[in-house]
Every structure is written in C-alpha cells, then in structure tokens.
C-alpha cells in the first residue's frame, strides 16, 4: 500500500492535436480508495486544474467496457503499457505517471489512432468465412475439449495493442503486423470451418510485415493483460508455415 | 492470393536462419574443435591438423561456397534485419528481450572481430608463408599479448553465443519449440550447449599460449 493516502497524484503526458509538441501537466485528487485510473481521470475531468492552479482543457482519453473486455483504454502506466480501467490506484506508485500508447499515432492526449490493428486483422484474413458460393457446413463443427480450451484462450485478445506497443520490432519504422494479428491467425486455423481458408492467412503472414519478422524478444507475451499464449502462437504458427513452404515449394 | 514462392520474404528469411546454423554454425563448431588440438603442441597441430586441412583439394572453392559466401550472406541480411530492432531494455528487462538484443549486437561485434581474425590469419597468409607455414607459432605470437587475448576471448564468446541463442529462437522460427514450456527447455538445452562450445574454444586458445 502506498504511503500518501491524501491525494491521488497525476503527471500526464498531453498533446493538442496530432503531430504538436507534447508536454507534460501535474494534477492532484483527494484520495478515495478503489479508484482506477479511468475512474480518477473522470475526477480530473470534472474539475481539469492543475497542481500550478491553471485551469486546462480537460484531459482527453479512451474507454468503454471498465471491466477488461474492450482493450480501448490501453495506455502507457508508470511506464508500462496496460489497459488503465483495470490498472488500480492502490497499487500504483505516485505521481503516476500516464502517457498515450506508444507506437500508435496521437490524437489528443491520452487518445491514440489504433486503427493499425485493424489493418492488420484485415491484411490476414481474422475472420471465418460462413458463407461462400456453397454450403460450407458438414453439420455442428464439432472439435475436442482440450483443442477448444486451447484455442479459447487466443479468443479472449481485445485488441488493446499492449503487445504491439512493448515489441521491439513493431512501430512506425517497420510494416511487423505484430503478435495480435498473429495470434488470431493461430486461432482461426484452429476453427473447424476456418481451416479451409488456412493457407491464405499463411501465405498473408509469409509476406512482408508478416510472421518472420518477429525476432523473439517475448515482450508480447510477459505484456499482454489477457495472457494470451503470443509466442505458443508464433511457434506453432512457425511450424505451420514451415509445412506451407515445403507444400508450396514441392506441392502437395 | 499471395505464394510464398512469388514473396522472396519469406524464403530470404529462412535462408537466413537455416544458413546460421548450416553450414555456418557447424564451421564455427568445427573450427573450435579443430582448434582445441593444439594442446598437442606445434607438431601435431601444423603437421597433422592444419596440413590436412591445407593439403584439401578444391580448398578455395570449398572456403568461398561453404564459409565466405553463406557468411556473407547472414552478416549482411543480420544487418539489415538489425536495422528493424528498436529495443528498450531498461523498459522491458525481460531476458529474453536482452538476449534479442544480445543477438544483434553479438551479430555486429563478430562481424568486426571476423574482419580483424580472418585478415590476421588467413588473408596475412596468403603473402607471408611463415604464417602459412608454422600457424600454431603464429598464434601463439598473437595471443601472448594480453589485449589480443583478450579480443579472441571476446570473439569466441561472441560467436558461441549468437550461436546457442541463435538455435533456441531457430526452434521457435521453425515451428520445433512451441509450448512455453519447450522453449524455456530447449533454451537450457541451448545454453548448455553454448557453454560446451565456450569450453571447447577456450581449451583451444589456452592450448597455443607458451
Ligand atoms: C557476421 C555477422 C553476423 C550478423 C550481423 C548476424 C546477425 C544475425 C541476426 C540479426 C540474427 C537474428 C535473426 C532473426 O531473429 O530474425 C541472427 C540469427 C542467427 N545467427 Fe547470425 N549473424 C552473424 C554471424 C553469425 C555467425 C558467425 C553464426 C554462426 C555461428 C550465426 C548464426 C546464427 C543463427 C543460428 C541464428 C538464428 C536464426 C534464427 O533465429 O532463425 N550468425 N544473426
Ligand atoms: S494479444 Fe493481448 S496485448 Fe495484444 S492486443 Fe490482444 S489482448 Fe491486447
Ligand atoms: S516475440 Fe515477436 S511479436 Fe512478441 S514482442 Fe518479441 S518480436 Fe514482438
Ligand atoms: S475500458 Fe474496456 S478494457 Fe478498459
């Protein structure tokens, strides 16, 4: 437990519009306990005066679900990514310090363009195709316990863009679609209906941006607030791409 | 639909990882035991190791295709892959975050040492033939000075461990490790195989000293 239980203390990183300069503003909170940090954003907002007394524009920031589900609210927490409406005051070091994800480009503040994990959810094809020219169905897909536990727990990924903000090589210098997009294509291969559509998320991830480029720093993994099994993905998916070579190499 | 065959991407990489370890890694693990016969002394070591090796038919073209080349290659797609990394280490002090690091800057600090190693040995050889001739002297010339030891040391260290760490994320890249768990274990199974060759390689260095 931290020692001020007084106030609830706040450096935030802000910037006006994308592409201004950055620059850093304190603020302060009487304390109450079982804040998060969206919860006390929302005090801060109501009353946007900084340490100084300087009245400011109110602090911008992104949320919706407030219980881990949405991945809206990632943000960079005393220098960790993490979604903020599960990151609690109580067990945060003061001031703490709150800066918009990194990686993603700034909208305003603590608000970030993560449309990049869309596109890269687009590029290799996340998605089960139910529908086609013909009946895809062969009855209920039916798959083994142990193989749905498994692939449950890529299902839970919010797309919260913690993982793709701690990788080494995702970022504006490089095309790396990251661990998220990665790990849903692991997930959707497993899908009985999914399978038939395995070799054109492979041959997605095989280009450029794609799978090789991961250069197993394992930041994802330990970052990752849903603990999704990153580098189990990357591995497997290692191995089913090798498998996709040598098809597409020698046929078969 | 994108072919893997069509995108180079995909196959420049797996050249890369696959060359690290063949026929690159397997040189430099017989290298090192090539090396560590020189506890035989000078005798054994110029008359019987390196005039074998010297006495090869075919000698040149075998050292461009199956070192200089594939060498050549790796060093310079490593670089080029390096170029991508924008590590903070201080922010995520995961080891396998440094050991992704490691890999990079081992990549470059041998590719210096080789310049230096291979221009002191074998390019020197070429022109002056007491180097050529009595090897095990002129190594041991050199790494009686302290400082040279210490480069080779550093060199050696460098190597051994871009390999070793090079085959644990080989497992991963291949699809041979997946669970956390085989990583974690291929990994020991790497460092200790790392620390073998570091044995193998130090024997050898001690092996020339007077
Ligand atoms: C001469 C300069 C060298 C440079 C710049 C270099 C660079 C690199 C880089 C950047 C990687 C990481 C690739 C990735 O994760 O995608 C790598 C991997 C590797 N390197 Fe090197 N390297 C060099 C020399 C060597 C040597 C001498 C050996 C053999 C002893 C070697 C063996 C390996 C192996 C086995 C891998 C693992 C490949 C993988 O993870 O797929 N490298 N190297
Ligand atoms: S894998 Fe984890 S860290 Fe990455 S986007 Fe999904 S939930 Fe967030
Ligand atoms: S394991 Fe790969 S995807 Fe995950 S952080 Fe490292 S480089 Fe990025
Ligand atoms: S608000 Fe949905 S994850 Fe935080």
Redesign the interface.
Known sequence: MPANRTSIRFKIRRQDAPGSPPYWQEFAIPYAPDHNVISALMVVQNNPVTTDGQRVAPVVWDRNCMEEVCGSCAMLIN??PRPSCSALIDSLTQPIVLEPLPKFPVVRDLLVDRSRIDEGLRKVRAWIEIDGAWDTHEGAPRISPSEWSANYLYSRCMSCGCCLS?C??F?P??D?IGPAALAQVRLMNAHPTGRYDQ??R???I???G?V??C?????C???CPKSI?L??A?????????V??VK??FGG | MRHSTADPHFLLRRLHSLLGLLPVGAFLIFHLWENSQSRFGAAHYNGEVVAFLQGMNYLPILEIVIIALPLLFHAGYGLVITTQMRAELTRYRYVRNWLYWLQRASGIGILVFLLLHVGMTRIEGIWRVSVREDLFGHMQHLLSQPWMFGLYLTGLLLSVFHLANGLSTMGIVWGLTTSADAQRRFGFVCAGFGLLLAAIGLHGMIGFLP
């Not at chain 1, 990357?234 to 090798?242: F, K, M, N, S, V």
């Open positions: 220098g960790v701690a080494p090589q970022g210098h490089s790396f070799a054109d492979l041959h997605a095989m280009g450029d794609g090789s480029d250069g197993n720093a394992q930041n993994v330990r970052v099994p580098t189990t990357i591995g497997e998916l290692g191995r089913q791409t090798t996709q070579a597409d190499l």
